[in-house]
C-alpha cells in the first residue's frame, strides 16, 4: 500500500505564513529545494487544497530552460509527471493536466486511492492535512523548519489531533532550515 506524507514548510513556531499571509520567509534556497525535489520525485500523486494547488499551479507552465535554474525546472519537471487531486466546492475548473476535482474530502475514498497507488501520495495545505491526520490516514509527516518565528498565522499542524511519531530522518541544511521526518504511529 502506498504511504500518505504529508510534507510543509513551516516557522520556528510551527505556521506555513504569518498573520497576513505572507510565506516568503518559506522560499527555499538551491540546497533544500534539491532535497525537495528528491523527495517529491517518487510521489505519484498530490492531494490539494484549494490555495495550495492555486500556488503550486504555477509549476504547470513555468519555462525549463534558457534562464530557469535547473533545479526549478527539476520541480516544474515533477509537478507535471503527478496526478493532483484538488478538493474545493467553489473551483469550476482546473488549468493544469493530471487534475482533478473533488468537492468533498472522503475518507474512504482516500484509504482505496492509498490500496491502489502505485507510487506514495503527499497531501498539501494544512486544512486538507488536518482532515486526512483527523481520519487516521498520514503515514508520514515531513515538516521543513525554517529559522523564522512569525508570531502568529496559519497552523501547519493541526488542532485537536494527537499522534505518537517515530524518527526516520534528519538533516540540517546550510541555511539553518532543519528537516524532519516521522511515521505516524497507529
Known amino acids: ?3 500518505l506524507i504529508y510534507s510543509a514548510i513551516t516557522s520556528l513556531d510551527g505556521y506555513i505564513n504569518d498573520e497576513d499571509g505572507n510565506f516568503d ?3 527555499p534556497d538551491e540546497e533544500v529545494h534539491r532535497f525537495v525535489n528528491d523527495l517529491g520525485r517518487p510521489v505519484g500523486t498530490y492531494l490539494l487544497g484549494r490555495r495550495m494547488y ?3 499551479a504555477v509549476w504547470e507552465t513555468m519555462p525549463t530552460g534558457g534562464d530557469q535554474s535547473p533545479i526549478m525546472g527539476d520541480f516544474a519537471g515533477i509537478w507535471r509527471a503527478a496526478d493532483k487531486v484538488v478538493y474545493s466546492r467553489t473551483l469550476d475548473t482546473v488549468t ?3 487534475t482533478r476535482i473533488e468537492r468533498d474530502f472522503d475518507p474512504e475514498a482516500v484509504r482505496r486511492l492509498k490500496a491502489s497507488a502505485d507510487a506514495d501520495l503527499t497531501v498539501g495545505g494544512p486544512g486538507l492535512a488536518a482532515n486526512a491526520f483527523r481520519a487516521g490516514l498520514v503515514d508520514e509527516c515531513q515538516l521543513f523548519l525554517s529559522p523564522i518565528v512569525v508570531g502568529g498565522g496559519t497552523p501547519s499542524l493541526p488542532d485537536k489531533v494527537r499522534l505518537e511519531l517515530e ?3 534528519e538533516r540540517r541544511f546550510g541555511n539553518g532550515v532543519v528537516y524532519l521526518d516521522y511515521r505516524t504511529r497507529s
Do not use: I, N, P
Open 167 to 169: 524518527l526516520l530522518d
Open 96 to 98: 493544469t493536466a493530471r
Open 1 to 3: 500500500m502506498a504511504k
Open 25 to 27: 520567509w518559506a522560499a
Open 54 to 56: 492555486d500556488t503550486l
